[in-house]
């Protein structure tokens, strides 16, 4: 498994303020995803000047924020296999979100931080 792509990502139902926030940061938005969960969840990833990187992800659920890593593999199979076999939890079992551009899902850790892997697509 080779790591592509590394970056934060938050996950919130207030994404507008979150974009707002980095853009006044100096963010811009590089790529935005649409076609998340059926259409109900939208994803962007933003880039500054100096090369930083953060992804906004909204979410329909009624929760805290959650803040994630988001690290982006070649292989989406090797690099879950190789979380569980770490002691990290799959809280969907196996269920994975697949969009027109990749697979992804968040898996948590023994001590509760989450990741979110991602394969994108050629």
């Known amino acids: 498994m080779k790591i592509t792509g590394f970056c934060p990502m ?8 979150c974009i707002e926030t980095f853009e006044a940061l100096g963010f811009e938005k590089r790529h935005t995803k649409t076609d998340i969960e ?25 929760r ?24 990290f939890i799959d809280p969907r079992e196996n269920k994975t979100t697949v969009t027109g551009s ?4 968040m898996l948590i850790s023994p001590s509760g931080f989450p990741v979110v892997i991602s394969e994108h697509f050629k």
Not at 102 to 105: C, I
Request: aromatic letters at 8%.
């Open 10 to 17: 938050i996950v919130t139902k207030e994404q507008d303020f």
């Open 38 to 62: 059926g259409g109900k969840n939208v994803g962007v990833a933003m880039k500054d000047t100096d090369g930083n990187r953060i992804s906004i992800a909204s979410t329909t659920k009624d």
């Open 64 to 87: 805290a924020d959650i803040t994630a890593i988001l690290i982006n593999v070649d292989n989406f199979r090797e690099a879950y296999d190789f979380f569980i076999g770490k002691g």
């Open 102 to 105: 990749d697979e992804a899902t």
